[in-house]
């Protein structure tokens, strides 16, 4: 770079940054600190700090920094230097996170690349937003929480202390274009030029109006803020005016997530249980069904640490799902979003294979002070203790886990086309693959061995069937504990799909898998007939007899999950009998018949 380049993005809170030769993220309450230590202008901003909001790290750049282009911009909106862009209405990109992937897809992580387009103009603006409402003015107008007097105020300043920009001022407020954000890159000359300007305008504005004996409400006292990105357009209108500057529009790149990756330590200073889980937004209320069972058979002499890795649950449901531990100091609930983590794989997903699924292959990586965890999906329910499995002693093998007895019965003559596909894979026992619903993770020993990114990159080319599952079962082999069935019970009816292809397991380990059936100790709703589905169907009982002592159970209620009658079941009898007589067993027909099913139903052994 030839020029000294500095684009300052404002923070009030700890946030995913990007931080380079250029880019320079600043915490406002260090600037606040610096501040209170200088002139008495200094002194004037600094006890105003939320009411300039974003410009107070302009002040202080104008005052103290030395560059030779100024760029602004804030935690949450960056610009993209990325020629072409899908933006919305207002000409604004979207990125969920600001990681590696949105910083390299729109130049922020080149230094270079940004200065190449930076130092070829003079001022650089926002893509402006075009209102359907008639002009710049109106939109403030009619603003709810502002006072259009402030604005009618800050004309009448313009006009007193500089009223060669009047013209422009009103030229800019009658127009429909609006540059949000006080965001922009300008020459040092021009910067200099522009924040005397601003300051002494808004400066005015503080001796002629007092907000606080106003009663203006929280956002009103952000005037000074939402003023200065009026000025700012004030300024760029003259700017374009005088025909003699090198300008230059740039889309705004809006982070929509801007919550830090936490670090994660025990919740508890002696031994927990700790057990992970996965889940989102949707899944959230069957979720609770799970936790209350857990924290209803949990011991009161043991301590559970659990932490739910989630992707778009919201602030509502995670202080819902917290509260079926209140009362209890012997459990916590804390929540991960580790979605930043999978921006740079593109995994296979389905209507029935969510991104949720691969967030178990993380845990031991990205939570370092966990040696041995329990991993639970979500759609099951405990009826005993977790504590005494995670008490099993698992020895030197990687994971632990129960038998899959649907795919046992599934490779042992219901389907050939899947056995064949276990069989290419040249496993040792393919009838003895276990179910990834319910694991004990040996999380140092996974650590030494496997990466995430080793997972992560084997899951995205292994073109498996059933993703994660396939995977460890491939990974650990010969390194794998098998528990009890009772820990890992299928909740579907003996009489459905799933019951039926189970009757094809070999015989010790469908008798091992029914003797379960007296003594369970987590039922899990692994296919498709989920019991919010079909609440008359066998094995439902349980999630509702939980769900009913969660803060969800009215919700459902709303929604068309209970009351449906057992048809399905029925309906599902007289299809299989139309299949038989149709596609005899042994024929061609049905052999086709089965690949379309599977490919329709992709996903249900899970």
Same mark, same amino acid.
């Given at each position: ?27 406002q ?34 005052k ?15 610009f ?66 502002l ?26 407020l ?8 006080n ?7 021009l ?11 808004l ?10 004996s106003?009663?203006?409400? =929280?956002?009103?006292m952000? *005037?000074?803020?939402? &003023? ?9 209108? /003259? $700017? #374009? ?19 830090p ?70 459990i ?13 794989y ?5 209507? =029935?294979?969510?991104?949720? *699924?691969?967030?178990? &292959?993380?845990?031991?990586d ?5 040696? /041995? $965890? #329990?991993y ?12 005494q ?27 050939n ?20 619903g319910?694991l ?56 459905s ?27 899990h ?68 018949a ?13």
């Amino acid at each position: 770079m030839n020029k000294q380049i500095r684009f300052y993005v404002s923070c009030h809170k700890p946030c995913p940054t990007v931080e380079n030769e250029v880019i320079r993220p600043v915490q406002q309450r260090q600037i606040v600190e610096f501040l209170r230590n200088g002139t008495e202008e200094d002194k004037f901003m600094a006890s105003h700090a939320n009411e300039y909001c974003e410009l107070l790290t302009q002040y202080w750049a104008w005052k103290y920094e030395k560059a030779d282009y100024y760029g602004f911009g804030h935690y949450r909106r960056l610009f993209s230097f990325r020629s072409k862009n899908e933006t919305d209405e207002f000409n604004v990109v979207h990125a969920r996170y600001l990681n590696e992937k949105t910083a390299h897809e729109h130049l922020l992580d080149s230094p270079e690349g940004m200065a190449a387009v930076i130092e070829k103009f003079d001022v650089i603006a926002p893509v402006p937003y075009s209102y359907d409402v008639p002009s710049v003015y109106r939109q403030y107008k009619n603003a709810e929480r502002l006072h259009i007097e402030d604005l009618d105020l800050t004309l009448d300043v313009i006009k007193e202390i500089s009223p060669e920009m009047y013209p422009y001022a009103k030229k800019y407020l009658n127009g429909r274009l609006f540059y949000i954000g006080n965001m922009f890159f300008m020459k040092r000359e021009l910067f200099c030029e522009y924040s005397n300007w601003l300051f002494s305008v808004l400066r005015q504005f503080y001796q002629k109006r007092d907000m606080k004996s106003l009663n203006y409400s =929280t956002e009103a006292m952000r *005037t000074p803020g939402h &003023l200065g990105e009026r000025l700012f357009g004030i300024f760029f209108t /003259k $700017i #374009l005016a005088d025909k003699k500057y090198r300008t230059k529009n740039l889309n705004i790149l809006m982070i929509e997530n801007t919550e830090p990756m936490r670090i994660f330590t025990p919740a508890f200073s002696d031994a927990a249980v700790p057990v992970f889980m996965a889940t989102n937004g949707y899944y959230a209320k069957f979720t609770a069904a799970a936790l209350y069972s857990l924290a209803a058979h949990a011991s009161p002499d043991r301590k559970y640490d659990i932490v739910i890795l989630h992707n778009g649950i919201s602030a509502d449901d995670q202080a819902r799902l917290r509260y079926i531990a209140e009362g209890k100091a012997n459990i916590s609930i804390r929540f991960f979003d580790p979605q930043p983590l999978f921006e740079n794989y593109s995994l296979y997903e389905s209507a =029935t294979i969510t991104r949720e *699924t691969y967030y178990r &292959l993380i845990i031991p990586d990205y939570f370092p002070c966990y040696d /041995k $965890i #329990l991993y639970l999906d979500s759609d099951l329910i405990i009826l005993h203790d977790i504590a005494q499995l995670y008490d099993t002693d698992i020895g030197d093998n990687y994971i632990a886990g129960a038998v899959d007895i649907c795919h046992a019965g599934a490779v042992n003559g219901f389907d050939n086309d899947l056995r064949k596909y276990y069989e290419s894979f040249r496993l040792k026992n393919i009838y003895k693959l276990i179910n990834a619903g319910v694991l004990i993770m040996n999380c140092s020993l996974l650590r030494r061995d496997f990466t995430a990114t080793y997972l992560l990159e084997f899951a995205k080319q292994g073109n498996f069937r059933f993703q994660d599952q396939d995977l460890l079962n491939i990974l650990c082999e010969d390194r794998i504990f098998y528990l009890d069935s009772r820990w890992n019970f299928f909740g579907d009816p003996d009489q459905s799909y799933r019951g039926y292809i189970r009757s094809f397991a070999p015989q010790p380990l469908f008798s091992e898998y029914m003797n379960a059936k007296n003594d369970i100790h987590i039922i899990h709703y692994a296919g498709n007939e989920k019991p919010w589905v079909y609440p008359h169907f066998e094995n439902a009982f349980y999630f509702w007899e939980n769900i009913r002592n969660t803060p969800y159970y009215t919700d459902f209620f709303n929604l068309n999950y209970v009351g449906r009658p057992s048809a399905p079941m029925h309906k599902e009898k007289i299809l299989r009998r139309i299949a038989f007589r149709l596609c005899p067993k042994g024929t061609r027909r049905r052999i086709l018949a089965k690949k379309l099913y599977h490919f329709l139903k992709n996903g249900l052994h899970r």
